[in-house]
Protein backbone atom coordinates (compact mmCIF):
# COMPACT_ATOMS: atom_id res chain seq x y z
CA UNK A 1 0.00 0.00 0.00
CA UNK A 2 1.58 3.46 -1.32
CA UNK A 3 -0.38 5.64 1.40
CA UNK A 4 -3.61 5.09 3.85
CA UNK A 5 -5.55 7.82 1.68
CA UNK A 6 -5.10 5.96 -1.56
CA UNK A 7 -7.41 2.82 -1.77
CA UNK A 8 -6.00 -0.50 -1.69
CA UNK A 9 -6.62 -2.63 -4.83
CA UNK A 10 -5.51 -6.16 -2.87
CA UNK A 11 -7.76 -5.29 0.32
CA UNK A 12 -10.71 -4.44 -2.29
CA UNK A 13 -10.02 -7.96 -4.61
CA UNK A 14 -10.17 -9.88 -0.85
CA UNK A 15 -12.95 -8.52 -0.08
CA UNK A 16 -14.93 -8.84 -2.85
CA UNK A 17 -13.67 -12.81 -3.39
CA UNK A 18 -14.81 -13.41 0.04
CA UNK A 19 -18.62 -13.38 -0.36
CA UNK A 20 -19.31 -13.88 2.83
CA UNK A 21 -22.46 -11.72 3.36
CA UNK A 22 -25.76 -11.08 1.65
CA UNK A 23 -24.54 -8.28 -0.63
CA UNK A 24 -21.83 -10.86 -1.91
CA UNK A 25 -24.78 -13.16 -3.17
CA UNK A 26 -26.65 -10.15 -4.79
CA UNK A 27 -26.58 -10.48 -8.63
CA UNK A 28 -24.10 -7.94 -9.98
CA UNK A 29 -26.44 -6.88 -12.57
CA UNK A 30 -28.84 -5.41 -9.70
CA UNK A 31 -25.83 -3.94 -8.25
CA UNK A 32 -24.76 -2.31 -11.40
CA UNK A 33 -27.96 -0.88 -11.72
CA UNK A 34 -28.28 0.62 -8.91
CA UNK A 35 -24.98 2.05 -9.65
CA UNK A 36 -26.24 3.74 -12.61
CA UNK A 37 -29.69 5.29 -10.95
CA UNK A 38 -27.20 6.49 -7.89
CA UNK A 39 -25.56 8.19 -10.45
CA UNK A 40 -28.72 9.51 -12.16
CA UNK A 41 -30.48 10.91 -8.74
CA UNK A 42 -27.36 12.71 -7.87
CA UNK A 43 -26.56 14.41 -11.39
CA UNK A 44 -30.43 15.61 -11.52
CA UNK A 45 -30.95 16.87 -7.45
CA UNK A 46 -28.95 19.11 -6.31
CA UNK A 47 -31.26 19.37 -2.90
CA UNK A 48 -29.24 19.04 0.28
CA UNK A 49 -31.33 17.17 2.39
CA UNK A 50 -31.80 14.21 -0.30
CA UNK A 51 -28.21 13.85 -0.81
CA UNK A 52 -27.36 13.74 2.55
CA UNK A 53 -30.51 11.02 3.08
CA UNK A 54 -29.10 9.05 -0.07
CA UNK A 55 -25.19 9.07 1.60
CA UNK A 56 -26.27 7.69 4.59
CA UNK A 57 -28.20 5.18 3.49
CA UNK A 58 -25.33 4.16 1.29
CA UNK A 59 -22.70 4.69 3.92
CA UNK A 60 -24.97 2.06 5.89
CA UNK A 61 -24.84 -0.63 3.44
CA UNK A 62 -21.18 -0.24 3.34
CA UNK A 63 -21.03 -0.54 7.03
CA UNK A 64 -23.51 -3.51 6.99
CA UNK A 65 -21.52 -5.14 4.41
CA UNK A 66 -18.78 -5.48 6.99
CA UNK A 67 -16.47 -3.43 4.73
CA UNK A 68 -13.48 -1.04 6.72
CA UNK A 69 -15.66 1.99 7.61
CA UNK A 70 -12.61 3.88 8.86
CA UNK A 71 -10.24 2.96 5.85
CA UNK A 72 -13.63 4.40 3.76
CA UNK A 73 -13.03 7.49 5.58
CA UNK A 74 -9.30 7.70 4.64
CA UNK A 75 -9.84 6.81 1.33
CA UNK A 76 -11.75 9.95 1.02
CA UNK A 77 -9.11 12.41 1.28
CA UNK A 78 -8.81 12.32 -2.50
CA UNK A 79 -12.38 12.86 -3.85
CA UNK A 80 -12.74 15.48 -0.90
CA UNK A 81 -9.28 17.69 -2.04
CA UNK A 82 -10.48 17.56 -5.84
CA UNK A 83 -13.95 18.69 -5.08
CA UNK A 84 -12.65 21.50 -3.23
CA UNK A 85 -10.09 22.41 -5.02
CA UNK A 86 -12.55 22.71 -8.30
CA UNK A 87 -15.53 24.30 -5.90
CA UNK A 88 -13.04 26.40 -3.72
CA UNK A 89 -13.45 29.09 -6.14
CA UNK A 90 -16.81 28.93 -7.32
CA UNK A 91 -18.36 29.31 -3.51
CA UNK A 92 -17.32 32.51 -3.19
CA UNK A 93 -19.36 33.62 -6.26
CA UNK A 94 -22.29 32.66 -4.90
CA UNK A 95 -25.02 34.81 -4.34
CA UNK A 96 -26.52 34.78 -0.76
CA UNK A 97 -26.70 35.91 2.79
CA UNK A 98 -22.77 36.62 3.85
CA UNK A 99 -21.49 34.55 5.88
CA UNK A 100 -17.92 35.07 5.71
CA UNK A 101 -15.56 37.78 4.51
CA UNK A 102 -12.01 37.99 3.57
CA UNK A 103 -9.84 41.27 2.47
CA UNK A 104 -7.42 40.92 0.49
CA UNK A 105 -6.66 44.66 -0.17
CA UNK A 106 -7.84 45.20 -3.76
CA UNK A 107 -11.30 42.94 -3.46
CA UNK A 108 -12.62 41.50 -0.71
CA UNK A 109 -14.10 37.46 -0.90
CA UNK A 110 -17.35 36.73 0.16
CA UNK A 111 -18.66 33.45 1.72
CA UNK A 112 -22.75 33.06 1.79
CA UNK A 113 -24.93 30.56 2.86
CA UNK A 114 -25.82 29.32 -1.06
CA UNK A 115 -21.92 28.79 -1.94
CA UNK A 116 -21.59 27.08 2.05
CA UNK A 117 -24.32 24.62 0.57
CA UNK A 118 -22.78 23.88 -3.20
CA UNK A 119 -19.81 23.13 -1.41
CA UNK A 120 -21.11 20.27 1.00
CA UNK A 121 -24.00 19.35 -1.43
CA UNK A 122 -21.23 18.56 -4.42
CA UNK A 123 -18.99 16.57 -1.32
CA UNK A 124 -21.79 14.92 -0.63
CA UNK A 125 -22.37 13.59 -3.86
CA UNK A 126 -18.57 12.66 -4.54
CA UNK A 127 -18.70 10.90 -1.42
CA UNK A 128 -22.33 8.89 -2.52
CA UNK A 129 -20.30 7.94 -5.76
CA UNK A 130 -17.27 6.99 -4.29
CA UNK A 131 -19.00 4.87 -1.30
CA UNK A 132 -21.06 3.55 -3.40
CA UNK A 133 -18.59 2.06 -6.42
CA UNK A 134 -16.64 1.03 -3.31
CA UNK A 135 -19.30 -1.59 -2.68
CA UNK A 136 -19.81 -2.42 -6.06
CA UNK A 137 -16.31 -3.22 -6.24
CA UNK A 138 -15.95 -4.90 -2.62
CA UNK A 139 -18.56 -7.01 -3.09
CA UNK A 140 -18.88 -8.16 -6.20
CA UNK A 141 -16.19 -11.00 -7.35
CA UNK A 142 -13.31 -10.20 -10.20
CA UNK A 143 -14.73 -13.18 -12.40
CA UNK A 144 -18.10 -11.24 -12.56
CA UNK A 145 -17.00 -7.70 -12.48
CA UNK A 146 -14.24 -8.96 -15.81
CA UNK A 147 -17.20 -10.30 -17.40
CA UNK A 148 -19.66 -7.84 -17.03
CA UNK A 149 -17.21 -4.99 -18.78
CA UNK A 150 -16.49 -7.89 -21.50
CA UNK A 151 -20.30 -7.84 -22.47
CA UNK A 152 -21.26 -4.35 -21.54
CA UNK A 153 -18.37 -2.28 -23.60
CA UNK A 154 -17.40 -3.06 -27.58
CA UNK A 155 -13.84 -4.09 -28.54
CA UNK A 156 -11.44 -2.85 -28.39
CA UNK A 157 -12.65 -0.86 -25.59
CA UNK A 158 -13.33 -4.35 -23.43
CA UNK A 159 -9.59 -5.70 -23.75
CA UNK A 160 -8.60 -2.04 -22.68
CA UNK A 161 -10.32 -2.01 -19.62
CA UNK A 162 -9.50 -5.58 -18.79
CA UNK A 163 -5.91 -5.42 -18.90
CA UNK A 164 -5.53 -2.06 -17.67
CA UNK A 165 -6.76 -3.52 -14.70
CA UNK A 166 -4.83 -6.14 -14.34
CA UNK A 167 -1.96 -4.22 -15.06
CA UNK A 168 -2.63 -2.02 -12.75
CA UNK A 169 -1.78 -4.50 -9.66
CA UNK A 170 1.50 -4.27 -10.96
CA UNK A 171 2.53 -0.61 -11.53
CA UNK A 172 0.93 0.07 -8.22
CA UNK A 173 3.22 -3.02 -6.65
CA UNK A 174 6.33 -1.31 -8.54
CA UNK A 175 5.76 1.78 -7.17
CA UNK A 176 5.22 0.55 -3.50
CA UNK A 177 9.02 -1.24 -3.68
CA UNK A 178 10.41 2.44 -5.42
CA UNK A 179 8.46 4.42 -2.43
CA UNK A 180 10.01 1.59 -0.07
CA UNK A 181 13.21 2.33 -1.15
CA UNK A 182 12.92 5.80 -0.80
CA UNK A 183 11.80 6.01 2.98
CA UNK A 184 14.65 3.47 3.75
CA UNK A 185 17.16 5.81 2.20
CA UNK A 186 15.85 9.03 4.05
CA UNK A 187 13.21 9.63 1.34
CA UNK A 188 10.30 10.23 3.76
CA UNK A 189 12.29 13.05 6.05
CA UNK A 190 10.80 16.26 4.66
CA UNK A 191 13.90 18.45 4.17
CA UNK A 192 12.31 21.21 1.98
CA UNK A 193 9.83 21.40 -0.50
CA UNK A 194 12.37 21.87 -3.48
CA UNK A 195 14.23 18.46 -2.43
CA UNK A 196 10.97 16.17 -1.69
CA UNK A 197 9.75 17.44 -4.88
CA UNK A 198 12.73 16.89 -7.23
CA UNK A 199 12.88 12.67 -4.96
CA UNK A 200 9.05 12.32 -5.66
CA UNK A 201 9.21 14.15 -9.33
CA UNK A 202 12.08 11.16 -10.09
CA UNK A 203 10.06 8.28 -8.46
CA UNK A 204 7.41 9.05 -11.23
CA UNK A 205 9.20 9.17 -13.89
CA UNK A 206 10.72 6.26 -12.71
CA UNK A 207 7.58 4.37 -12.17
CA UNK A 208 6.53 5.61 -15.47
CA UNK A 209 9.69 4.49 -17.21
CA UNK A 210 9.47 0.86 -15.91
CA UNK A 211 5.81 0.65 -16.20
CA UNK A 212 6.55 0.61 -20.35
CA UNK A 213 9.46 -1.76 -20.17
CA UNK A 214 6.91 -3.90 -17.26
CA UNK A 215 4.35 -3.71 -19.93
CA UNK A 216 5.91 -5.12 -23.05
CA UNK A 217 7.15 -8.04 -20.99
CA UNK A 218 3.74 -8.61 -19.86
CA UNK A 219 2.77 -8.21 -23.36
CA UNK A 220 5.05 -11.10 -24.61
CA UNK A 221 4.93 -13.52 -21.76
CA UNK A 222 0.77 -13.24 -23.12
CA UNK A 223 1.80 -14.00 -26.66
CA UNK A 224 3.61 -16.74 -25.22
CA UNK A 225 0.48 -18.27 -23.52
CA UNK A 226 -1.44 -18.08 -26.43
CA UNK A 227 -3.01 -14.84 -26.33
CA UNK A 228 -4.01 -13.25 -29.94
CA UNK A 229 -4.96 -9.60 -28.80
CA UNK A 230 -8.63 -11.11 -27.77
CA UNK A 231 -9.57 -11.52 -24.01
CA UNK A 232 -12.55 -13.08 -23.53
CA UNK A 233 -14.35 -13.95 -20.33
CA UNK A 234 -16.78 -16.72 -20.32
CA UNK A 235 -17.93 -16.49 -16.67
CA UNK A 236 -21.53 -16.64 -16.39
CA UNK A 237 -22.95 -13.89 -14.75
CA UNK A 238 -26.23 -14.64 -12.25
CA UNK A 239 -28.77 -13.11 -13.06
CA UNK A 240 -31.40 -10.91 -10.66
CA UNK A 241 -34.02 -12.33 -8.73
CA UNK A 242 -37.05 -11.03 -7.69
CA UNK A 243 -36.05 -9.33 -4.77
CA UNK A 244 -33.70 -7.28 -7.03
CA UNK A 245 -35.88 -6.32 -9.58
CA UNK A 246 -38.30 -4.65 -6.94
CA UNK A 247 -35.48 -2.89 -5.34
CA UNK A 248 -34.57 -1.55 -8.92
CA UNK A 249 -38.32 -0.36 -9.79
CA UNK A 250 -38.79 0.78 -6.28
CA UNK A 251 -35.72 3.27 -6.80
CA UNK A 252 -36.92 4.11 -10.17
CA UNK A 253 -40.35 5.03 -8.24
CA UNK A 254 -37.85 7.30 -6.04
CA UNK A 255 -36.44 9.11 -9.02
CA UNK A 256 -39.48 9.69 -10.59
CA UNK A 257 -40.84 11.49 -7.50
CA UNK A 258 -38.34 13.42 -6.70
CA UNK A 259 -37.34 14.78 -10.52
CA UNK A 260 -41.40 14.92 -11.89
CA UNK A 261 -43.76 15.21 -8.24
CA UNK A 262 -41.66 17.57 -6.60
CA UNK A 263 -39.13 19.27 -8.91
CA UNK A 264 -38.59 22.09 -6.42
CA UNK A 265 -37.51 19.89 -3.72
CA UNK A 266 -35.52 17.73 -6.50
CA UNK A 267 -33.71 20.82 -7.54
CA UNK A 268 -33.36 19.96 -11.18
CA UNK A 269 -30.64 22.02 -13.21
Not at 53 to 59: K, Q, R, S
Request: some cysteine; glycine content about 8%; aromatic content about 14%.
Amino acid sequence: MISSHIPDLDLITSYAQREGTFFSRVSPWTKFSGLILVILLITLTRNLVICGVLYLTILGLYASAGLPVKKLFAWYTLPVLFVISLVGIMAWTEPGIPLFSWNLGLFTLTLTNNGAILVITLLLKALISVTYSLFFLMTTRYQHFSAMIYRLFPSPLDQIFLLAYRFLFLTLSMTGAIFKAVRSRGGGLIHSIRIQGRIFAEVFALVFIRSFDRAERVHQAMIARGYNGKFEAGTEIPRPGLSGICVICAFCCVIAVIVLIVPTIGGIY
